[in-house]
């Protein structure tokens, strides 16, 4: 089993699709009407897929709960300065819950958790 993407439902698509392209870095493969005002965008960086799901008038399931996602990065500390230069906020701190593995969290515009880990691995 593979996996293929993650789907968000989301309030405002523009201010989403900032965040998930000018912090994460990914990029819009796919970009479709799917009826009754309703917009699909696909966004990937090699397998990393997000699709983000736009139903204007209609509510946002209550996200941050069980619902995260994450993306490595070369340095925790220059990701964490883009986030908040952007404007987004995290949750402050650079976490390690071991000597290999760091990361920090951040909120898309929807609140969902995002996840920044950077990892040591051994050669």
Do not use: C
Not at 36 to 43: C, D, H, Q, Y
Not at 85 to 113: H, L, Q
Request: aromatic letters at 10%; proline letters at 4%; a negative charge.
């Amino acid at each position: 089993m593979k996996f293929v993407h993650v789907t968000l439902s989301v309030k405002d698509l523009e201010a989403s699709l900032r965040f998930y392209q000018d912090v994460v870095g990914l990029e819009i493969t796919r970009r479709f009407s799917s009826g009754s005002n309703s917009e699909i965008v696909f966004l990937s960086s090699g397998d990393t897929q997000v699709e983000l799901i736009s139903r204007p008038g209609q509510d946002v399931a209550e996200p941050g709960r069980g619902i995260s996602m994450g993306f490595e990065t070369q340095s925790l500390e220059d990701t964490m300065a883009l986030v908040k230069e952007k404007g987004f906020e995290t949750d402050g701190e650079i976490s390690s819950p071991n000597p290999s593995v760091r990361f920090f969290f951040a909120s898309d515009p929807d609140g969902y958790r995002v996840q920044f880990v950077h990892s040591e691995a051994e050669q």
